[in-house]
T-cell receptor
Framework: RKEVEQDPGPFNVPEGATVAFNCTYS??????FFWYRQDCRKEPKLLMS???SGNEDGRFTAQLNRASQYISLLIRDSKLSDSATYLC?????????????FGKGTKLSVKP | GAVVSQHPSRVICKSGTSVKIECRSL??????MFWYRQFPKQSLMLMAT?????????EQGVEKDKFLINHASLTLSTLTVTSAHPEDSSFYIC????????????FGQGTRLTVV
């Protein structure tokens, strides 16, 4: 089983749509979880951390289920500017901070 | 957010030559930096962990003699790809850990290496 698995997509959605991405991870010792956004040929940028209690930042909601080792990201009212690849990221062996394990990413394309 | 500068952003080199990539944390000190490699349509793969003042820790399958890492100061880590081959062509990205109330990894802009 891969360390971090994501549906690669692409997800093609119209503006204003709600879209959800899922991610599973294999290392039960992982301590921290994140969603990063990566635009084409650019470096990843932190979108949000994911907490056990779930967290929301504007149109973005992230949730974590430790028992199922499952992370989700919900984007409401999609904008054209949301088009990017969304990377599910967990900390690696021993839960070491900064030793980030990346999923392959889910590509989102928001159309007018 | 913090700033991590990576240089060069793009390099083309001949097979057999060596290329050095620099990663600098501009506004914070980073005792730990990471080097990743990303092939087209693939995820970022951790190559090595660079610790200031000590030897880097390489991931399985990454040749330490080919990918030389030096982290001589708290703001600079370098990755040298020695005797580059076309299969080394990839997108190389560094990240630096900023420790504070929370710990966050900040990424350099990446270096696109093409070996011809």
């Amino acid at each position: 089983r891969k360390e971090v698995e994501q549906d690669p997509g692409p997800f093609n959605v119209p503006e204003g749509a709600t879209v959800a991405f899922n991610c599973t991870y294999s290392n039960s010792a992982s301590q921290s979880f994140f969603w990063y956004r990566q635009d084409c040929r650019k470096e990843p940028k932190l979108l949000m951390s994911v907490y056990s209690s779930g967290n929301e930042d504007g149109r973005f909601t992230a949730q974590l289920n430790r028992a199922s080792q499952y992370i989700s990201l919900l984007i409401r009212d999609s904008k054209l500017s949301d088009s990017a690849t969304y990377l599910c990221v967990v900390t690696g062996r021993g839960g070491s901070q900064g030793n980030l394990i990346f999923g392959k990413g889910t590509k989102l394309s928001v159309k007018p | 957010g913090a700033v991590v500068s990576q240089h060069p952003s793009r390099v083309i080199c001949k097979s057999g030559t060596s290329v050095k990539i620099e990663c600098r944390s501009l506004d914070f000190q980073a005792t730990t930096m990471f080097w990743y490699r990303q092939f087209p349509k693939q995820s970022l793969m951790l190559m090595a962990t660079s610790n200031e003042g000590s030897k880097a820790t390489y991931e399985q399958g990454v040749e330490k003699d080919k990918f030389l890492i030096n982290h001589a100061s708290l703001t600079l880590s370098t990755l040298t790809v020695t005797s580059a081959h076309p299969e080394d062509s990839s997108f190389y990205i560094c990240s630096a850990l900023k420790r504070g109330r929370g710990t966050e990894a900040f990424f350099g802009q990446g270096t696109r290496l093409t070996v011809v």
